[in-house]
């Protein structure tokens, strides 16, 4: 699962509380957008952001007084003139963030995060909703917490008036791009949040040398899971790559079809020569990747691509592969082409895959 509910279940499992803020409403101009999360520790520290500025300052000042009363708060933000400058919020916008304790004390929410956090369940999407109450408490002998996926059902049961209001909009939710709807809640105590979540993309990272570190720290720095594989032993290891997910030694002539390779996979093939190059394109070429790229000069990319031709690789397929790769930016060190990189894999990620959808019932 997500690295943010990991976290949660772990300052659970420690038996300390923790704060969730959600924005669950945005309209107009604003920094981040509907179902962004910030993590709030008991000890004063976070994970993540709502965007900075007073924004994110006041959440931070209103979160002692959750942590102390107990109840969940609903802050409204209403911006114009100066508050505007304040914010980044450049035309001024209404953002609505709900301060949700995540208690340690409460057997519902250490279940709940433990099942979540324990899920494996790759290039799937799973359904999360919450129950948006103003002053709710945190320490309720239920939970407001509930998840939906095709493979697990619901966990746990949620009330039957959610039940009979969302059964017939689950499917739809989870493989379609719905808008955000604001519909009533039939259980009439405030507002469910619903939201769906993927998990990260992968980026499976041939070649394990001088541009595969730093490109392997910026993908950790910003939402990748990584995977480093290399056909030398001693070159991918954690104290080479101490961000990464997952370090595997394996041969680059046969065999990758093993590998769990699909759409959310980036196949990154940065290795020390034409002939792994080649080896690899030929074996993952067959997998419906979503992002595809492989190092080298324009010279190297060509006689690689008439290579597959021979082989019976359609324009249309080679046409996939991102080579060279990264976007021109002028690169020259391992740091900046990494940087290139990164670039075209977040600026593919945010083109061609929504990672997130939400909307309010």
Same mark, same amino acid.
């Given at each position: ?9 772990q300052e659970?499992?420690q038996g300390r509380d923790?704060?969730?803020? &959600? ?5 107009g101009?604003a920094?981040? $957008?509907?179902?962004?999360?910030f993590?709030?520790r ?10 900075g ?7 931070l000042?209103?979160?002692?007084e959750?942590?102390?009363r107990r ?8 911006l114009?003139?100066?508050?505007v ?5 450049i *035309?001024?916008?209404?953002v609505?963030?709900?301060?949700e304790?995540?208690?340690a004390q409460n057997?519902h929410h ?5 099942? #979540?956090?324990?899920?494996?369940l790759p290039?799937?999407?799973?359904l999360l909703a &919450? ?8 320490d309720?002998q239920d939970t ?8 697990e059902?619901?966990f746990p049961n =949620?009330? =039957?008036?959610?039940?009979q209001?969302?059964r017939?909009?689950?499917?739809a ?9 604001? #519909?009533?809640?039939? $259980? ?5 949040f ?8 992968t980026?499976?990272l ?8 730093p #490109? *392997?720290?910026l993908?950790?720095m ?7 594989i ?6 991918p290891t954690k104290?080479?790559?101490p961000e ?5 030694v394996?041969?680059?002539d046969?065999?990758l ?8 996979s980036?196949?990154?093939?940065? &290795? ?9 394109l030929?074996?993952?070429m067959k997998?419906?990747l979503?992002?595809?790229g492989m190092?080298g000069?324009?010279?190297k ?9 021979r082989?019976?690789?359609s324009e249309e ?5 991102h ?5 021109a ?5 391992p740091?900046?082409i990494?940087i290139s ?11 061609g895959q929504?990672k ?6």
């Amino acid at each position: 699962m997500d690295d943010l509910y990991r976290q949660i279940n772990q300052e659970l499992s420690q038996g300390r509380d923790s704060l969730l803020a &959600t924005i669950v409403r945005q309209k107009g101009s604003a920094p981040r $957008s509907t179902g962004t999360h910030f993590l709030i520790r008991s000890d004063g520290s976070f994970r993540g952001t709502i965007g900075g500025g007073r924004l994110e300052a006041e959440v931070l000042q209103a979160a002692p007084e959750v942590f102390s009363r107990r109840k969940n708060k609903l802050l409204f933000f209403r911006l114009q003139g100066e508050e505007v400058a304040q914010t980044e919020m450049i *035309c001024g916008g209404e953002v609505d963030v709900f301060l949700e304790l995540i208690s340690a004390q409460n057997l519902h929410h250490r279940l709940f995060f433990d099942h #979540l956090s324990s899920l494996s369940l790759p290039d799937h999407k799973i359904l999360l909703a &919450t129950l948006i109450e103003d002053q709710g408490s945190a320490d309720r002998q239920d939970t407001n917490f509930y998840f939906y996926s095709e493979e697990e059902g619901y966990f746990p049961n =949620p009330p =039957p008036a959610w039940i009979q209001s969302l059964r017939d909009r689950l499917s739809a939710f989870l493989n379609s791009d719905p808008p955000v709807q604001l #519909l009533t809640d039939p $259980s009439g105590k405030g507002k469910i949040f619903l939201e769906t979540w993927t998990p990260p993309v992968t980026v499976f990272l041939f070649g394990a040398g001088h541009v595969s570190r730093p #490109l *392997c720290r910026l993908a950790k720095m910003t939402g990748f899971r990584v995977v480093v594989i290399d056909d030398r032993e001693e070159f991918p290891t954690k104290a080479r790559f101490p961000e990464a997910d997952e370090w595997i030694v394996h041969s680059f002539d046969g065999g990758l079809n093993e590998l769990p390779l699909g759409p959310n996979s980036y196949v990154v093939i940065i &290795t020390r020569g034409h002939l792994h190059d080649h080896q690899i394109l030929r074996q993952v070429m067959k997998k419906p990747l979503g992002y595809l790229g492989m190092i080298g000069s324009r010279r190297k990319t060509e006689i690689i691509f008439q290579a597959l031709r021979r082989e019976g690789f359609s324009e249309e397929a080679i046409g996939t592969i991102h080579a060279p790769i990264g976007l021109a930016i002028n690169a020259q060190t391992p740091e900046e082409i990494a940087i290139s990189i990164i670039a075209e894999l977040i600026q593919v990620r945010g083109e061609g895959q929504v990672k997130k959808k939400t909307w309010a019932v």
